[in-house]
């Protein structure tokens, strides 16, 4: 069965520091993983995915995430967070025997950036 | 990337009433899903809706409590029959597009937020 960890309901940094949200999954098979964004009383927004070749995927937003197979990993990452950052993120999972587009999703962080 | 429409953005019911949500894309997509997000949790997958056939749906969800449909390859409908407070939640609308071959990101509404009193 597919499954998403998220460790961290809640993750604070200071405007300018770098962030990470952390993923760890569970899957059969190879995984395609993926981030979303949730703001307020918005849908959830793609920022990136991995489905094969370099391990560092970049994304919207300058937000990155690196896949680490050995670790079954897939932090998000971003250099100097910004205040307009702050948002719920949403690591997510397909398998890819499974029916396009049918995901499996962590419980979510919220990502709080103070300036 | 396909462009969602949902309607309504949000309602407050009343219990024992039912509401239909939808979703309308502006393009032919192969997969439309629809999830629920009850308040503080993550998304849960309520259903695949299949165009022209029953949706199939996930463990814990019954067609009799949440019908849905989907005519064409652009819309689809979702109602939460006979409501009661613990239906409160978000309910979204995705959909997903296969390319080459390869499996790829879903695209999501901006949601239906349902309060029910």
């Known amino acids: 069965a597919q499954s998403v960890a998220q460790p961290e309901d809640q993750v604070n940094v200071a405007e300018g520091n770098p962030l990470t949200v952390k993923c760890t999954y569970s899957?059969?098979?190879?995984?395609?993983l993926f981030w979303y964004v949730q703001y307020p009383n918005r849908g959830l927004q793609f920022l990136l995915k991995?489905?094969?070749?370099?391990?560092l995927v970049k994304g919207s937003y300058g937000f990155e995430a690196e896949f680490n197979k050995s670790q079954t990993s897939f932090h998000l990452k971003k250099p100097s967070a910004l205040v307009s950052d702050s948002a719920l993120y949403f690591c997510?999972?397909?398998?890819?025997?499974?029916?396009?587009?049918?995901?499996?999703f962590g419980r979510g962080t919220q990502l709080t950036v103070w300036p | 990337s396909a462009v969602i429409s949902q309607k309504p953005s949000r309602d407050i019911c009343q219990r024992g009433t039912s509401l239909t949500i939808q979703c309308q894309v502006d393009?032919?997509?192969?997969?439309m899903f629809w999830y629920r997000q009850q308040p503080g949790q993550s998304l849960t997958l309520i259903a695949t809706?299949?165009?022209?056939?029953?949706?199939?749906?996930e463990s814990g969800f019954v067609i009799d409590k949440f019908p849905i449909s989907r005519p064409n390859l652009t819309f689809s409908t979702l109602t939460v029959s006979n409501m009661s407070p613990e239906d409160s939640s978000i309910y979204l609308c995705?959909?997903?597009?296969?390319?080459?071959?390869?499996?790829?990101?879903?695209?999501f509404g901006q949601g239906t937020r349902l309060t029910v009193v």
């Open positions: 995705s959909v997903g597009e296969k390319s080459t071959g390869m499996n790829t990101e879903a695209f």
């Open positions: 809706a299949n165009q022209g056939s029953e949706a199939t749906y």
């Open positions: 899957v059969s098979g190879n995984p395609y």
């Open positions: 997510a999972v397909s398998d890819r025997g499974s029916t396009l587009g049918r995901l499996y």
């Open positions: 991995y489905i094969t070749g370099d391990n």
């Open positions: 393009s032919q997509v192969t997969m």
